[in-house]
Nanobody
Framework: QVQLVESGGGLVQAGGSLRLSCAAS????????VGWFRQAPGKEREFVAS????????RYADAAKGRFTISRDNAKNTVYLQMNSLNPEDTAVHYC?????????????????????WGRGTQVTVSS
């Protein structure tokens, strides 16, 4: 059974940083791609960043470009989201998602329906 477990969320002041982790288990092969999404209260879930495991190709939402970095660790089967220069608009539950089958396109998937497995989320709160 596939499990995705997020960690690293918390409360941080504006301008601060957090590193989220997403640990995958339950499959012998690596995921094809892992994505990070977030959902703020009263808002729809939105894409943040994704990474394709085979070549570390990445995709970022405009709000994440220049501030966030997604990476993966083969040995730990873990994907990280380094978030810098956080602001109150980044406050949300952050979820990681994964798919094991290939997805066509030069960039890794960037939409929720393109992922098959989801974690339970980790809360990120940025105070002003």
């Amino acid at each position: 059974q596939v499990q995705l477990v997020e960690s690293g969320g918390g409360l941080v002041q504006a301008g601060g940083s957090l590193r989220l982790s997403c640990a995958a288990s339950g499959r012998t092969s690596r995921p094809y791609a892992v994505g990070w999404f977030r959902q703020a209260p009263g808002k729809e879930r939105e894409f943040v960043a994704s990474i394709r495991w085979s070549d570390s190709a990445t995709r970022y939402a405009d709000a994440a470009k220049g501030r966030f970095t997604i990476s993966r660790d083969n040995a730990k089967n873990t994907v990280y989201l380094q978030m810098n220069s956080l602001n109150p608009e980044d406050t949300a539950v952050h979820y990681c998602a994964a798919r094991w089958s290939a997805w066509p396109g030069q960039a890794p998937p960037g939409a929720g329906y393109q992922y098959d497995y989801w974690g339970r989320g980790t809360q990120v709160t940025v105070s002003s």
